[in-house]
């Protein structure tokens, strides 16, 4: 290796620490405002119920307040495993965690997805990643200005392509701008995989959106 390739993956390799950085601030965000502070309150509650002389007149209505409470931080820590890296993704790989991720994103907006006609080889850190980059680029910065997002995967001619088509009267092509896909650092964690990017006009007035990679390649950024 050349010393200015060694130069560029070291480059490369301190952007994706950098970009795991930003995501653990991230979720250590929601971890304290979604399931902190509410087992917080959930165990003042419970305190304040035990050193009680005796059960309130709406005990059984409070415990289900309760129960409920529990349900939810469960549902949140959920959310928040599955975004740290999705259990689907590694026992059934991409295709599975992209229709996963358009079924389970319905209430948010009207994602479908186009499963490949053929097997997808991809190395499994450069699933994580085109996997990630799409649920960011759907949820960060298409939610909840656009309706409807239509995902589809394929492999070609030993890459592989995923393509984000979206409408809605040429709004996702003023939100799809180069700035915000760059505050989401998509061109330098692409680099990660050895990948491309691709933004075009679509024919009916909205835009595509296409992520590549190679097709079962080891990748310049991938864990050891």
């Not at 490369?12 to 653990?24: D, G, I, T, V, Y």
């Not at 165990?43 to 007149?57: I, M, N």
């Not at 053929?118 to 298409?142: K, Q, Y």
């Not at 001619?157 to 989401?184: Q, S, W």
């Amino acid at each position: 290796m050349t010393s200015t390739s060694q130069i560029q993956v070291r480059a490369l390799l301190a952007r994706q620490q950098l970009l795991n950085q930003r995501q653990h601030k991230r979720l250590a965000r929601r971890i304290h405002d979604d399931i902190s502070q509410r087992m917080t309150l959930l165990a003042l509650q419970l305190s304040l119920a035990a050193t009680a002389d005796k059960p309130p007149a709406n005990w059984e209505t409070q415990c289900k307040e309760w129960a409920g409470m529990v349900m939810e931080l469960g549902q949140t820590v959920r959310a928040i495993t599955n975004e740290l890296q999705p259990r689907i993704l590694d026992e059934f790989g991409l295709a599975a965690a992209l229709r996963w991720f358009a079924q389970s994103s319905a209430g948010d907006i009207c994602c479908t997805f186009i499963a490949p006609k053929e097997e997808i080889t991809l190395a499994p850190f450069a699933a994580n990643e085109l996997f990630s980059m799409c649920r960011e680029i759907v949820m960060d910065l298409l939610v909840p200005a656009v309706a409807r997002v239509e995902i589809e995967l394929e492999q070609t001619n030993g890459m592989v392509h995923l393509y984000l088509r979206a409408n809605d009267n040429g709004l996702a092509r003023e939100l799809l701008t180069e700035k915000a896909l760059d505050d989401i650092a998509l061109h330098d964690r692409l680099l990660c995989v050895d990948g491309t990017l691709e933004l075009n006009e679509s024919a009916d007035g909205g835009c595509v959106l296409t992520l590549s990679a190679p097709a079962g390649r080891s990748m310049a950024c991938s864990p050891h």
